[in-house]
């Protein structure tokens, strides 16, 4: 950054007096980890310091410090580490260790706050697969004096753990919310709707897909499509979820999507296997592929929440085979053969329209909490970027940011 565009940036967020821009390669020392991810152990003494968030534990340290670690790809920007003492960081991490004139701790939010951005000016892409010393070495860092520093951290480390804590409270409300619904289902089913029969007396029919060779892409506007797999991986039928067919393999193409049926997972991973969504809308000129069934009932969104029951996927776990842990196949046989409660089809609208009505109310509960702490998390990017620019004084005395959101999110947990 030549000295005139430093002069500009200073003027612009009208720094405190005593305050500066200064390059931290000037003030810090830039290097990198050398452990490699197969070194990690479970019962590691030391912490292990790779491209992720999640810390992993090593019987080896690299380093012996206070420094401020960064992936150096993947999540660029994103992940960042205060630590001190002995710990031991992979290759591709970058370790910064500040000098005299710079506490760990203030660089520490100081990157949270600025250093994403800055990377923009490296590069024409919205994000930085890989990061390089040079990008780091040449950020320009608002710099305090140290005293000043110390105030902004100690105010920045309440602040943010107040903050923090009512992140986890609303994850925690998602998580609440969630078991709720699979409490609310599970009841459901264990109230004893009618008397339990084989699944083959509850469907009137049922189809599999065919293996064609497909693209990544989307067919064109009236070409035919086959339905990917992950369409039903959600909780509701991804319809966008379609790729094109090669034209020779178009004749090969038997099962059309139809609405008012149940779409079953009838081979995938063990936590996908028996999966099922329900089309409730015609889906023209896509087919069905042969890790799916499509199936005819009376009530498909009976035997939708049927699938979500606790009792129906622990059996689907013990009756799926495969060579291969990572790929289990359920057989038309031993489905058509599972105990599901069929009670007469009055009983099976009023359990679908009941749980359907649950579910929406929670989902509302759910993206309300999802806006909060994004909400939060907004708040929480602006209260670091602030402090460490100088835009507000942290002595000054105020409502904590936590009361705050309190007031403007409107959820209590």
Known sequence: MSMNTKDTLEGAMKFPSGW????????????????DLQDAKPDGYYPFFVRSEKVVNIDYFTHDTEAVLTAG????????????DKFAAHQRVYVIEPGRQLTGRYLYYAMQAMFKESLKGNTAKSTV????????????????????????????????AEIDEMIQDFQRLMTLLRERMQSLVDSTFSDVLGGSSKMKYLISGLETGTSVSSAKFEPRQGEPGILATSAVYSEEFDRSAVKSVDEGEIPRLTCAIRENTLLMSRMNTPGLVGKAV????????????????????AVPRYLYWWTRSNVYRDEVQLLAVGASSSMKTLSQQDF???????????????????????????????SNTLQAIALINERRAALISAAVTGQIDVTEKRKSVAEVLEDEVGIRV
Do not use: C
């Open 20 to 35: 500066k821009y200064v390059q931290l390669g000037y003030i810090s020392n830039v290097g990198t980890g050398s452990a």
């Open 73 to 84: 790809d993947g999540n660029v920007g994103d992940i960042f580490h205060h630590v001190k």
């Open 129 to 160: 697969e890989s990061l390089r010393r040079p990008m780091i070495t040449s950020f320009q860092i608002p710099l305090p004096p140290i005293a000043e520093q110390k105030i902004i951290t100690a105010f920045l480390d309440q602040e943010t």
């Open 278 to 297: 329900t089309v409730d809308r015609d889906v023209p000129n896509v087919y069905l592929p042969d890790r799916l069934w499509q199936i005819d009932l």
């Open 336 to 366: 058509m053969s599972m105990k599901v409660p069929i009670p007469n089809v009055d009983t099976q609208e009023r359990v679908a329209m009941s749980l359907d009505a649950q579910q929406a109310y929670l989902r509302e509960n759910r």
